[in-house]
Structures are given as C-alpha cells and as structure tokens.
C-alpha cells in the first residue's frame, strides 16, 4: 500500500500554465504504474496520463499534446508530476493521482488502480 497525496491545484485563467504534485509515500518499484486522472463537473473520471517504472510514458486522448507526467525519486522520496499546459475551461475538474502494481488492459483504466489520493481542484476560466 503506497499513500499519495496531490498538491497543485488552483484557480486560472484559460491558457495558462499549471502544475501539479503527487507525493507518494511507500514506493517501492513494485508500483509499475503511476497515474494522473480527472474527474470534471457531470463527468466521468478519464485516464490524463501514466509513467510506468521503466520511464515508459502514456497520454490519454485528452491532454492532445499539452499535459507532461514526470517522475521524481529524491532523498527516499517520491513525487509525481504533471504539468498542464495551455489549459482550457474544459480542463477543470479534480485531479487525482493514483498506482497500482500490475494491470492487464488498458493503462489509464482506472479501474486497475488501487490505491488513490485525496484530489487537488484544478478550475479554469475563461
């Protein structure tokens, strides 16, 4: 079990920047996959992207382009990132992180996962 814990989250403008940290504590590489995943206003959550722990990296259809996952591994720490770019109001919503240690299908299902943070509210205006 891993707990994550997102930070990030703000009000801005449309266009604009902005990024978001999950820290994760407990990772071990048995967590093969770390995701990013939203949940906007009326909507479903939907996969924003995943890093896998070979550095492999996967986009949902969303971030077209705009959206970075990274991975930080400091001082026993690790944290995943994700930086939002040219951000639209379409783009607000709640962004949660999550990991979970194997999965068979598609790898932004969210489904898979089995173990999640809190959220961090991320709104845009235009």
């Known amino acids: 079990q891993v707990q994550l814990a997102e930070t990030g989250g703000a009000s801005v403008q449309a266009g604009g920047p902005l990024k978001l940290a999950c820290a994760v504590a407990?990772?071990?590489?048995?967590?093969?996959?770390l995701a990013w995943f939203r949940q906007g206003p009326g909507k479903e959550r939907e996969g924003v992207a995943v890093?896998?722990?070979?550095?492999?990296?996967?986009?949902g259809s969303v971030v077209k382009g705009r959206f970075i996952i990274s991975q930080e591994n400091a001082d026993a720490k690790t944290t995943v990132n994700l930086q939002l770019n040219n951000l639209t109001p379409e783009d607000t919503g709640i962004y949660s992180c999550?990991?979970?240690?194997?999965?068979?299908?598609?790898?932004?299902?969210?489904?898979?996962?089995?173990?999640w943070g809190q959220g961090t509210q991320v709104t845009v205006s235009s």
């Open positions: 890093i896998w722990n070979n550095g492999q990296k996967t986009y």
């Open positions: 407990g990772y071990t590489w048995n967590w093969r996959y």
């Open positions: 999550a990991a979970t240690q194997a999965l068979s299908g598609w790898v932004l299902d969210p489904r898979h996962y089995t173990d």
